[in-house]
């Protein structure tokens, strides 16, 4: 991840190091995990697509397709989708699980994005 991005990246297992882990020590990542047969995972398009755009010089947003990259989902115990993961200083700091509004997800993202202090 060589620029900021305004809009979700696709990762895969095989760009999951350099995309998610990586970029987290620099800023917080929030990933997306979904399928495109999950009703609720179409749902989160439109506000996650508003948050990588609003929110682009301090936070990517990633999405990982759970049928392509079944191991990714199995390490971080996701067992029902769609599941949003915070990623700060290379580690997965919190999730929500299901389909939540907007303001929740930016409240989630500013709690762990501050510093505590």
């Given at each position: 991840m060589n620029s900021i991005e305004s809009h979700p990246i696709a990762v895969t297992a095989d760009t999951f190091t350099s995309?998610?882990?990586d970029?987290?020590?620099?800023q917080t990542v929030l990933v997306d995990f979904?399928?495109?047969?999950?009703?609720?995972?179409?749902?989160l398009t439109a506000p996650l697509n508003e948050i990588a755009a609003e929110r682009s010089s301090s936070?990517?947003?990633?999405?990982?397709?759970?049928?392509e990259a079944p191991e990714l989902a199995a390490r971080y115990n996701i067992r029902s989708i769609p599941a949003l993961v915070l990623f700060r200083d290379g580690e997965a700091t919190?999730?929500?699980?299901?389909?939540r509004?907007?303001?929740?997800?930016?409240?989630?993202?500013?709690?762990v994005a501050q510093p505590a202090r």
């Open positions: 995309e998610v882990i970029a987290s020590r620099k979904w399928a495109p047969w999950c009703g609720p995972c179409k749902a936070l990517v947003v990633a999405k990982i397709n759970v049928d919190t999730m929500l699980v299901g389909l509004p907007k303001t929740e997800i930016l409240r989630h993202i500013d709690s």
